[in-house]
């Protein structure tokens, strides 16, 4: 399904969306930036550099990488996009089946796919700035563990509060915000003086060290078809049950819980590695697009 977004909302759509709770959109807006970041410092290539010229103008992929949570009320059948919530999942087991938790390709692995090959096929040059923008975000989500998770909790914006000092933004939040923003924001104020280059310069690092040997692993060889976009919806899944959900005893995490030290090493290490995998798959994505073009 090749969804618009100037195409107008069905009823249904509207209704849905005003009705049932949303989780928040993003990772964070840094998150995202991050996202971009990694790979405009990934695409050396000339072709694509003038590829994403030809679009962005000067922006940058990590410029643009936020925009699509600015559009969420103006176009709000854009909402359901930006996560995936998996219908009944057990203590121990939660498979995301795209028939029945993606209808109509309605949620972020569909999205990822859809905007791909928009624009892969420019099947409408008028819109291909906010296809791309569409893209660079989805991309993002999808590799958020909490954006690809259970349908009972909306992905952890139901668990709360959850106690952790946030630099300059408080200390009660969902689950859900923890793995958005809060464990990003507070990395990189405190070691990257909230400098998002500077943290994106440490991804970047890893991808020489601890991630050297997984990289061309992670990248995709079918463009523009679903198995890589669910694929990725599903390892986040895997990691939301295995590490989002646990606390650092290995215990569901429930209201009130007050965030471990524990806890956040490892969701650390866990949203690091999405990050660069985001980063590297969004690269690779526009890679391959600008190579099938030419």
Not at 239 to 245: I, L, P, R, T
Not at 267 to 275: A, F, M, T
Request: glycine residues 8%.
């Amino acid at each position: 399904m090749l969804f618009n977004h100037f195409f107008p909302a069905t009823i249904l759509v509207l209704v849905l969306v005003a009705s049932k709770p949303q989780p928040s959109v993003g990772w964070g807006s840094a998150g995202h930036r991050l996202v971009g970041h990694l790979a405009d410092s990934l695409l050396s290539d000339g072709n694509a550099t003038s590829f994403l010229q030809e679009i962005l103008g000067n922006e940058t992929l990590m410029d643009v990488a936020n925009w699509a949570d600015t559009v969420t009320k103006s176009e709000p059948w854009s909402m359901p996009l930006h996560f995936i919530n998996v219908q009944s999942c057990s203590s121990d087991s939660c498979v995301f089946v795209p028939s029945r938790d993606c209808p109509n390709d309605m949620c972020v692995s569909g999205a990822v796919n859809n905007y791909t090959s928009r624009t892969l096929n420019r099947l409408d040059s008028t819109s291909a700035y906010d296809d791309l923008r569409f893209l660079v975000h989805f991309l993002g989500d999808i590799h958020q563990p909490l954006h690809c998770a259970k349908d009972s909790d909306k992905g952890g914006n139901t668990i709360k509060p959850v106690h952790y000092d946030v630099t300059d933004q408080g200390s009660e939040f969902s689950l859900h915000q923890i793995w958005d923003f809060g464990i990003i924001e507070n990395v990189m104020s405190e070691e990257f003086n909230g400098d998002v280059a500077s943290y994106g310069g440490y991804l970047l690092s890893l991808l020489q060290t601890d991630f050297e040997d997984e990289v061309e692993g992670w990248k995709c060889d079918v463009i523009g078809e679903k198995q890589c976009s669910e694929k990725w919806g599903q390892e986040s899944v895997d990691m939301a049950m295995e590490y989002s959900y646990l606390d650092a005893s290995g215990n569901f995490i429930h209201d009130e819980y007050t965030v471990e030290e524990e806890y956040v090493a490892s969701s650390r290490k866990v949203i690091e590695k999405r990050l660069a995998q985001g980063g590297v798959r969004l690269a690779n994505i526009i890679e391959s697009i600008v190579e099938k073009q030419s």
